[in-house]
């Protein structure tokens, strides 16, 4: 404002009823004091002159609130409020998906508050899949407003052979456990007569089929799993596998 030499930035939780959140000669302001992935914060300003009068208040704006839930590992649903309020409004809203290292990869572009992610398991991340929402001004200088960050873990899933065949043919030479949201695991499988034959506390170590360094006979083998996902929940896990060659 030409002649404020004071600023006002009001907040309010509820869009009705504001508070001073700060005043300030300078023309930007950080909020420490918020739960951007919990709430909606509405905000707006004033200038005061020399002479303490105010100016009218401005446009207010509100931060992107991004929620869903995901449905086992089949797709998500997501859910967003509308930013408010450029001029011009919103030329459209870009859905991220955020991988490991941080990066925000565009995945979908629409005009709609909701998107249903029918991509939602594809492997890239072993545990959860992290979105965000960035809205795009429309018919300006492409101003942007960046959502939350909302991670949906992925539904634990283990999937075991009941066969396998280690004749060194490259097909199902290895008996191995591989899963979805696995933190740890832990392997043993035991003979009939109930001999240890092999243990493992490695995700990326199977059973060859050996014993004592020697091929192990064919027949039915019984295994005990042990997993932790990586919420920390623990769950446990027995059946039998044929070896077979």
């Known amino acids: 404002h030409p002649h404020a030499t004071e600023y006002e930035v009001q907040r309010s939780e509820n869009d009705t009823d504001y508070r001073v959140a700060s005043q300030t000669t300078d023309t930007f302001f950080s909020d420490n004091n918020t739960r951007p992935a919990k709430m909606v914060y509405s905000y707006r300003i004033r200038g005061m002159d020399s002479c303490g009068r105010y100016s009218s208040h401005s446009l207010k704006v509100k931060n992107i609130l991004l929620t869903g839930e995901s449905f086992g590992n089949d797709y998500s649903v997501l859910h967003w409020t509308p930013f408010e309020q450029w001029q011009q409004g919103v030329e459209e809203y870009r859905l991220q998906v955020?991988?490991?290292?941080?990066?925000?990869?565009?995945?979908?572009a629409t005009g709609k508050l909701t998107y249903r992610d029918g991509n939602y398991y594809d492997g890239a991340s072993p545990f959860e899949k992290c979105y965000r929402?960035?809205?795009?001004?429309?018919?300006?200088?492409?101003?942007?407003?960046?959502?939350?960050?909302?991670?949906?873990?992925y539904e634990t899933i283990l999937w075991i052979p009941?066969?396998?065949s280690p004749n060194r043919d490259g097909i199902n030479d290895t008996f191995e456990v591989k899963g979805i949201s696995v933190k740890e695991i832990s392997v043993t499988i035991y003979n009939r007569w109930g001999e240890k034959v092999f243990e493992s506390h490695r995700k990326d170590k199977g059973w060859d089929g050996s014993y004592k360094g020697s091929p192990a006979g064919i027949g039915v083998y019984y295994y005990y799993i042990i997993f932790k996902n990586n919420n920390g929940k623990s769950g446990t896990y027995g059946g039998m596998v044929h070896l077979m060659r």
């Open 98 to 108: 955020v991988d490991s290292t941080g990066k925000a990869i565009k995945v979908a």
């Open 133 to 153: 929402v960035k809205a795009v001004e429309k018919a300006g200088n492409q101003q942007a407003s960046v959502s939350n960050t909302l991670c949906l873990p």
């Open 162 to 164: 009941n066969a396998f």
